[in-house]
């Protein structure tokens, strides 16, 4: 459970790990978070999608159906959906908080995030993305760019509050007339000296492989 004045999905952000990318004090300050999910059938799937402030206000979630082809472009799908959806609501000088129950997604967008310091912009470790999934997958290096900071980090699917949004589109239609908010956390509280939690990203070794959602 989130504390008093702080965003579910930051303490789940600061609890997870973020490939490729160590969890310095400043991780702790993320002005926006988005959390997205995307699911497969047989008879239709769905994406979906939640964004939180800092201090837990929400901004938006989404709920809609989808065709994907499988899992993993649907996780691509929602995670451009829902970088669109904060573009629009977000300044260009935010930091923003990533969640994904994929990994290698979120291990791409560390690694694109990390590519941008590169002279040459290549990543410290090859992109592997579903070919179907390639429009998508630049979609979402583009709007990377567009943010003063992001990370990303991976979360498990049964934690994911876009899950059950992308699971049953249809009996979560309603989020999607929730009014929409620009908002903008409140200002970080000066707080005593923080020290770094440890960067969890070589640990849960089961985790290796590719995970999405049902």
Sequence with gaps: ?????????????????????????????????????????????????????????????????????????????????????????????ARVGVLVDHDDLASNVNNAILATNHPDRKPPRPYTVPSASSNHWRGIQARLTGFGEIRAARIDSDDNPAHPLANAPDQYEHVNRELDRCVLPEPPQPSATQFPPPSRANRNGNHGGSHASD
């Design 1 to 93: 459970m989130a504390a008093h004045g702080r965003s579910a999905l930051r303490d789940l952000f600061d609890e997870s790990p973020t490939p490729h990318i160590a969890h310095p004090p400043r991780t702790h300050h993320r002005d926006f978070y988005v959390a997205t999910d995307g699911s497969f059938r047989e008879a239709g799937g769905g994406l979906g999608a939640v964004i939180e402030t800092r201090d837990g206000t929400r901004v938006a979630r989404i709920a809609t159906a989808d065709t994907p082809p499988d899992n993993n472009v649907a996780e691509y799908r929602a995670l451009h959906l829902g970088l669109d959806v904060l573009a629009a609501r977000a300044p260009p000088d």
